[in-house]
């Protein structure tokens, strides 16, 4: 009942480049069947195109999850005293290895990308509250950025008396340099106004719309521009985009791990670059760790169920059984996802929002004018159409232009809808298929949003 020994052994941590598996490992790679059978839980007749909401998990990690729970359950005293600490940092260091930080000290691991944010703007808070920022102090988020973020930033800045610069991310989009010359002009919005830029919150991926921002050329310019601190919201990123938060440079890094990490719900890394200068960061939930950093804090917040921590050794074994482990399915995703995507677009006869090399394992695909997705309502009621009534679960984002932009067009008027499309190891061309019918479906039958506002 109890995971192999090996998984305890924090020898075994490995950077994921898979060099440590051996040449007889690497000649039985997963086969499609094995995939089938470790997503057989999947809800069937569902075309799931939507990882990047809630991630999947594996049938053989769920099991390993499982093992860990009955481990506590069956002598938690003993778990408690002799094994829960022991194994949280060997997840801490697997996950230190994999992201090429310096020190495991600078690894937490917290429940979600929601709680990490409550960590670094929970910090700004207290600044303020304590006269190290004055009022108007900013913090600088992107417009998409993602609500509960967003909500955070009300909860811990504005409250403060901190005031919040915005910064409009262009979509569709072309190239980084778009985004660079809106964070730029954001920038200089703070520095006009005579205030200090205190945080920088900057997205690794958007959520909605899904694209790939140029991280590291964004941190760069808020050293150059003073900018305080910088946390990287990159909930979508391991898994799904190459990560090294040395080469990033932010101070604050966090990214789930149950996106496109494998890990069940709800795991996520937050790293904080060691400094002189480091803040006093402290979890959210103060525990009898306070005070002892907060890596040590977050591995006990109080009775609970740790067990999605746990697994990441496993999480690791299950990866490295894919040819190339995380880099070659991150590749694959990508690949597949963009093939997709160009398949959906042409059959609508519409583009994709970003080009290839913006998509992470996401892709965004305009859907046909004719749709008339003209809010986010609209956006949300054909999601739940596509759901309720085609079996297919994707996101949908509305992007109306801006006064003075150009949308993109399709033959019957401006393209305001997309499609979030996901591509993960055990997705199909049926799924993508299906979303192809169903969209082409609605077109001939005349379905327009304003029809399902009624229904
Ligand atoms: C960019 C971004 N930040 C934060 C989050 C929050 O993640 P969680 O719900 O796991 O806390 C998400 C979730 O999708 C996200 O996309």
Redesign the pocket.
């Known amino acids: 009942m109890d995971p192999p020994s090996r998984f305890e052994d924090p020898r075994a941590a490995t950077n994921g480049d898979n060099s440590h598996v051996s040449k007889k490992l690497k000649l039985s790679f997963i086969n499609e069947s094995q995939i089938r059978e470790e997503f057989a839980h999947h809800q069937p007749g569902i075309a799931r195109i939507n990882n990047?909401?809630f991630g999947s998990c594996p049938a053989s990690i769920i099991a390993a999850q499982k093992s860990w729970q009955l481990r506590f359950l069956r002598q938690p005293d003993d778990f408690f005293f002799n094994h829960l600490q022991r194994q949280i940092t060997h997840s801490r260091t697997i996950i230190k290895d994999l992201i090429n930080a310096d020190h495991v000290d600078e690894v937490s691991i917290v429940?979600?990308?929601?709680?990490a944010?409550a960590i670094v703007l929970q910090n700004v808070g207290w600044a303020f509250a304590e006269g190290r920022f004055q009022k108007g102090d900013a913090v600088v988020m992107l417009h998409c950025?993602?609500q509960?973020?967003k909500k955070s930033i009300e909860a811990y800045v504005t409250r403060a008396g901190g005031s919040v610069i915005v910064v409009h991310l262009p979509f569709p989009v072309n190239s980084d340099e778009e985004i660079v010359a809106e964070f730029r002009k954001g920038l200089a919005r703070g520095r006009a106004n005579g205030k200090k830029v205190r945080l920088a919150i900057i997205?690794h991926?958007?959520?909605m719309p899904s694209v790939v921002i140029p991280a590291r050329e964004l941190v760069k310019i808020c050293r150059e521009e003073g900018v305080e601190s910088v946390f990287v919201?990159a909930?979508?990123a391991i898994g799904s985009v190459h990560v090294d938060v040395k080469e990033i440079g932010a101070d604050f890094y966090v990214s789930?791990l149950?996106?496109w990490f494998f890990c069940p719900p709800?795991v996520?890394f937050l790293y904080c670059r060691k400094s002189p200068a480091s803040p006093d960061l402290h979890h959210p939930v103060v525990s009898h760790e306070y005070g002892n950093g907060l890596a040590i804090e977050s591995s006990w917040i109080g009775t609970r169920d740790y067990s999605s921590q746990l697994v990441i050794p496993e999480v690791l074994e299950f990866i490295n059984r894919f040819e190339g482990g995380l880099e070659g399915i991150r590749k694959r995703n990508h690949d597949k996802v963009v093939e997709m995507a160009q398949m959906l677009a042409k059959a609508w006869v519409t583009n994709l929002g970003t080009p290839p090399e913006m998509c992470p394992s996401m892709a965004m695909v305009g859907l046909p004018s004719k749709l008339e997705v003209l809010c986010d309502d609209d956006a949300l009621n054909l999601r739940s159409h596509l759901r309720d009534h085609f079996g297919v679960e994707v996101p949908i984002h509305c992007q109306v232009p801006r006064d003075g932009e150009i949308g993109a067009m399709d033959g019957d008027g401006c393209v305001t809808g997309y499609a979030r499309i996901s591509h993960q190891v055990y997705n199909t061309l049926d799924d993508y298929i299906r979303l192809r019918d169903a969209i082409t479906q609605l077109v001939q039958d005349g379905v327009t949003c304003k029809i399902l506002r009624r229904k």
């Open positions: 990047g909401s429940d979600n990308a929601t709680t944010a950025a993602f509960a973020v997205d991926i958007t959520s919201d909930a979508h789930n149950h996106k709800s996520a």
